[in-house]
């Protein structure tokens, strides 16, 4: 049980996020953490920042209130850049979850992509 409780307390999926966006039940900062400002553009979930896990520090995450929740994702199974925002966020003493499944997990699921910047 508390394994279980462990990984929900850091962890989030497609489907909450996705529940989340669609439900005006968004209660945290969604962050896209790797690739390039192209990439973002491109493609990527509804209402997230692009901000690289390399680009997050004290001054940056200033910007928001520290008890701010941020769940990042990554491109997929296949890449740890949620796992070193999330780390990076966890030492400044920040809530963090990590979306698992990323962009790859968010397709599988059918939900729709956004683009611009």
Not at 34 to 43: E, I, K, L, P, Y
Not at 73 to 84: I, K, R, S, V
Not at 86 to 103: E, N, Q, Y
Request: aromatic letters at 8%.
């Amino acid at each position: 049980v508390a394994h279980f409780l462990s990984r929900l307390s850091v962890e989030t999926d497609c489907a909450d996020v996705h529940h989340a966006l669609t439900h005006n039940q968004q209660d945290f900062i969604l962050l896209h953490v790797v690739g390039s400002q192209q990439t973002f553009a491109a493609r990527h979930l509804p209402a997230a920042l692009h901000l690289p896990h390399r680009d997050i520090t004290a001054q940056r995450m200033a910007e928001w209130p520290a008890d701010t929740l941020f769940v990042v994702y990554c491109a997929g199974p296949h890449c740890n850049g949620a796992d070193q925002a999330a780390l990076k966020l966890a030492r400044l003493g920040r809530p963090v979850k990590i979306m698992i499944g990323g962009i790859t997990g968010w397709q599988d699921e059918g939900f729709a992509f956004a683009s611009g910047d």
